[in-house]
Every structure is written in structure tokens, then in C-alpha cells.
């Protein structure tokens, strides 16, 4: 499994960003994907979640609102769009690939098995 994640970069705080991973090696419509991110010094830690079908998600109490995970299964690829950009949210942005196809995948890390390698969010206040 590969996944490869872009669109990062530097904006200033208010600003958008719009993420996208692309993923290979796997039948992509059957896997839940999520969104996590890391800060120095910091722990990686939930952003955003969908279903393999795109029929539920789940977002970080800190970014709902401000944030949206979609997936087009045809391109194989999901998007983190990130509006209203904060400070705090500035970290390596990581998209991952569910455990196991069709596993209800939630917000903990542990529902992920593949990861990509990461891109970097910086917002400036």
C-alpha cells in the first residue's frame, strides 16, 4: 500500500489549504481513510475520519466546522479541506488507510494501517 499525501504548505491564519492523498496497492473503495497530524514534540493525533463509502465521518472536536474529509473513489484519493486555519494548526498532516477492508474505522489510531508520509501545514498568526 502506498499513499501519497500533498498540498501542504504556508498560509497564513485564516486562511485554506486543501490535502490530498493518493493511494495505490489497495481496492481504495473499500477501506475507511482518515487524517491525523502531528506537532513537534506532540503525539500524532485524530483529525478527520471517513467510511469506506463515504456514508460517516469523524472530526477532532477542534477542527469541526473549520475542516472536511471527502473521498472520490474513482480517483483513489481523499482530501482534508482545511478552512479558517489557525496557528494550532500547524503540524505534519498524515493520511492512513484502515486495517482491514470495510473495518468501521472511528478516531484512534490503532483502526489504521498504512500511513503515507506526511506534508507540512504551517499557519502563520
Known amino acids: 500500500v502506498q499513499l501519497q499525501a500533498s498540498g501542504g504548505g504556508l498560509v497564513q491564519a485564516g486562511g485554506s489549504l486543501r490535502l490530498s492523498c493518493a493511494a495505490s496497492?489497495?481496492?481504495?473503495?473499500?477501506?475507511?481513510m482518515g487524517w491525523f497530524r502531528q506537532a513537534p514534540g506532540k503525539e500524532r493525533e485524530f483529525v478527520a475520519s471517513?467510511?469506506?463509502?463515504?456514508?460517516?465521518?469523524y472530526y477532532k472536536n477542534t477542527v469541526k466546522g473549520r475542516f472536511t474529509i471527502s473521498r472520490d473513489n474513482a480517483k483513489n484519493t481523499v482530501y482534508l479541506q482545511m478552512n479558517s486555519l489557525k496557528p494550532e494548526d500547524t503540524a505534519v498532516y498524515y493520511c492512513?488507510?484502515?486495517?482491514?477492508?470495510?473495518?468501521?474505522?472511528?478516531?484512534?489510531?490503532?483502526?489504521?494501517?498504512?500511513w503515507g508520509q506526511g506534508t507540512q501545514v504551517t499557519v502563520s498568526s
Open positions: 492512513a488507510a484502515a486495517r482491514a477492508p470495510y473495518l468501521e474505522v472511528s478516531t484512534t489510531l490503532q483502526d489504521f494501517g498504512s
Open positions: 471517513t467510511r469506506w463509502n463515504g456514508g460517516s465521518t
Open positions: 496497492g489497495l481496492t481504495f473503495s473499500r477501506y475507511g
